[in-house]
T-cell receptor, first 112, second 111 residues
Framework: DAGVIQSPRHEVTEMGQEVTLRCKPI?????LFWYRQTMMRGLELLIY????????DSGMPEDRFSAKMPNASFSTLKIQPSEPRDSAVYFC??????????FGPGTRLTVT | QKEVEQNSGPLSVPEGAIASLNCTYS??????FFWYRQYSGKSPELIMS????GDKEDGRFTAQLNKASQYVSLLIRDSQPSDSATYLC???????????FGKGTRLSVIA
């Protein structure tokens, strides 16, 4: 079985540009999580979905961040406009009804 | 407040020694506990889960849980340089919320 798939793996963009990160969860998993990881703050939960419905977006840092899950096999995290402080690794993870999560390879975002 | 605390390290151990990684959590009602390993530049990978008090062994890895003390640990026997990574503790708190992760302990196994 394929694991969680994320694209792109690396993104370099200029401040003010729109960035869209993509995630395909493991087939059959009904929960999807977006995380941001930095050296200073560790792994931060941004938002999670159950059965395609956003449950908790309290971790989304600002209105510049938005996430959607139009169907069970696809989710996006969008940053508009991007800022240098958004530079981080963004992970997508998925799970079944069990609590353990399985992570994708991540997207390394650099905003210059 | 749901909190998971880990010493950030680095924890340095010689090759062949036992590495002991520790984690404390804030809610006595927590039921499920997980250890993830994250190599530099890679994503977290689930390596152990434990649900009951006591020890759970899997190869060179042993997870230990003490719910009364709100303490979970991971022992790595016969440590190898390939075990050098950051180890994240994750706790499932009551209330059907997602896992809460600690900030991780960086382990360095010296050959």
């Amino acid at each position: 079985d394929a694991g969680v798939i994320q694209s792109p793996r690396h993104e370099v963009t200029e401040m003010g540009q729109e960035v869209t990160l993509r995630c395909k969860p493991i087939s059959g998993h009904n929960s999807l999580f977006w995380y941001r990881q930095t050296m200073m703050r560790g792994l931060e939960l941004l938002i999670y979905f159950n059965n395609n419905v956003p449950i908790d977006d309290s971790g989304m840092p600002e209105d510049r961040f938005s996430a959607k899950m139009p169907n069970a096999s696809f989710s996006t995290l969008k940053i508009q406009p991007s800022e240098p402080r958004d530079s981080a690794v963004y992970f997508c993870a998925s799970s079944t009804r069990q609590p353990e999560q399985y992570f994708g390879p991540g997207t390394r975002l650099t905003v210059t | 407040q749901k909190e998971v605390e880990q010493n950030s390290g680095p924890l340095s151990v010689p090759e062949g020694a036992i590495a002991s990684l520790n984690c404390t959590y804030s809610d006595r009602g927590s039921q499920s506990f997980f250890w993830y390993r994250q190599y530099s530049g890679k994503s977290p990978e689930l390596i152990m889960s434990i649900y009951s008090n006591g020890d759970k062994e899997d190869g060179r890895f042993t997870a230990q849980l003490n719910k009364a003390s709100q303490y979970v640990s991971l022992l790595i026997r016969d440590s190898q340089p390939s075990d050098s990574a950051t180890y994240l503790c994750a706790v499932y708190f009551p209330g059907n919320t997602p896992l809460v992760f600690g900030k991780g302990t960086r382990l360095s196994v010296i050959a």
